[in-house]
T-cell receptor, first 114, second 110 residues
Framework: DVKVTQSSRYLVKRTGEKVFLECVQDMDHENMFWYRQDPGLGLRLIYF???????EKGDIPEGYSVSREKKERFSLILESASTNQTSMYLC?????????????FGPGTRLTVL | RKEVEQDPGPFNVPEGATVAFNCTYS??????FFWYRQDCRKEPKLLMS???SGNEDGRFTAQLNRASQYISLLIRDSKLSDSATYLC???????????FGAGTRLAVHP
């Protein structure tokens, strides 16, 4: 069974803190993604990675960075958390096979920045 | 304008009803389309892909109209367990990037 795990389900941080969100997948997928989900806006892509050490900006990369040192792990970093980064963060992975588009999601991390 | 637009609902229907959701997409280069289901406080999961010829999976039927750039999902004989948010998704290919609609909420009541 496919599995994407995220390091925390709930996280509370203070403005200005550095925040690390970790995502691990056990499916040997090449592609990994970070989204945030906000009411009325749906899922918005922050960053994605199609290979180890490779990263591409998504639609809303400002205020975020990522790291992919190993194939199975994709980290999202908030260098200096701000209140407008309070959101649900979802990690996903998919295979590079262009005939298989399914993305598998982790359970999400609900981040609150005070 | 959002790339993928959906009516947010909620659609409140009784058990056994037939309900249909529509979704429009703005990028004519979109190649693949999907419906994902998201239960309250859970992650999205693939419900079904949408093919040009239309496709059916049990009580669920998905249709794609490329000329009008809209996608539909029909649910027949609604069950209480169908209550969820349904996300319309388009892909332009390339690293499997997906564009999500904001979702349509369905509430099925006894």
């Amino acid at each position: 069974d496919v599995k994407v795990t995220q390091s925390s389900r709930y996280l509370v941080k203070r403005t200005g803190e550095k925040v690390f969100l970790e995502c691990v997948q056990d499916m040997d997928h090449e592609n990994m993604f970070w989204y945030r989900q906000d009411p009325g806006l749906g899922l918005r892509l922050i960053y994605f990675s199609y290979d180890v050490k490779m990263k591409e900006k998504g639609d809303i990369p400002e205020g975020y960075s990522v790291s992919r040192e190993k194939k199975e792990r994709f980290s999202l970093i908030l260098e200096s958390a701000s209140t407008n980064q309070t959101s649900m963060y979802l990690c996903a992975s998919s295979t590079r096979d262009r005939d298989v588009d399914t993305q598998y999601f982790g359970p999400g991390t609900r981040l609150t920045v005070l | 304008r959002k790339e993928v637009e959906q009516d947010p609902g909620p659609f409140n229907v009784p058990e056994g009803a037939t309900v249909a959701f529509n979704c429009t997409y703005s990028n004519s280069a979109s190649q693949s389309f999907f419906w994902y289901r998201q239960d309250c406080r859970k992650e999205p999961k693939l419900l079904m892909s949408v093919y040009s010829s239309g496709n059916e999976d049990g009580r669920f039927t998905a249709q794609l109209n490329r000329a009008s750039q809209y996608i539909s999902l029909l649910i027949r004989d609604s069950k209480l367990s169908d209550s969820a948010t349904y996300l319309c998704v388009a892909s332009t290919g390339g690293y499997n990037k997906l564009i999500f609609g904001a979702g349509t909420r369905l509430a099925v009541h006894p």
